[in-house]
């Protein structure tokens, strides 16, 4: 029989390691000429593995800007951020974006794809990047899943909104990450397609035993997360 102290720290043990990410104390300032702007205020929060999250919150609350330093991509002014217990903050560049090619994939609010690289150029390079062993082949079966057998060779200019949508998602999921950051990936659609692009992300993650973190707008995606949390001028509410 364990003893009550062995079952502790099993606890514990089993806590830490089912713990993404520790958002502790996190600041961010920008500063614009004479004016600092205070965009994030003391942001503590603690996310589990496979877990399902939503920001929402008013326009210029400071949800991008989140989802920006929990990628890395932006740096902190004050605090830490520990992606699977590392602190983040204190890495170099180089360091903080293998772990994010590796780990994290990005659906940015306005797409970002390379514009011209083909629908299956700009999937496969993440791929490539990663050294994964077939990227055209394996770019092309994951797009035609999406429904876009039909586009694999068009430019992001000869695409839809919704098209586009589906390639920075397939980009965002190819090479299975841990987390997949999601910034308003249905901002740009009518309804149909919102349905569709949510109905991917919600699948691909209970599959695949990823994380979500999406921002959104719309009421009923951000519902469909395990926990919704409100971005209050620049404050957790
Ligand atoms: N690079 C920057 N320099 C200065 N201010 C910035 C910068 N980026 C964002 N901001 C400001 O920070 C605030 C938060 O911006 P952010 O993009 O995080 O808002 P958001 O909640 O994502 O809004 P939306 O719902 O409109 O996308 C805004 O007031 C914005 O003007
Ligand atoms: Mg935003």
Redesign the pocket.
Known sequence: MLTRQRTIILIIKYLIMSELLKLNQVNLT???GIDN?K??KDIDLKTMKKETISFV????????????LIAGLEKVTSGQIFFRNQDITRLSEDEVSKIRRKNIGIIF?SFYLIPNYTAVENVALTLELNKFKDPQNEAKELLERFGLKHRLNNLPSQLSGGEQQRVAIARAIATKPELILA??PTGNLDSENSAMISEILFNYVKEEGSSLIL?T?DEKLADKAQRKIE?KD?KID
Do not use: F
């Not at 919150?57 to 989802?67: C, D, M, P, Q």
């Open positions: 920008y500063q614009t702007i965009v994030l919150g008013e326009s210029g609350s400071g949800k991008t800007s989140l989802i920006m609010q910034d308003e921002v707008h971005i620049g």
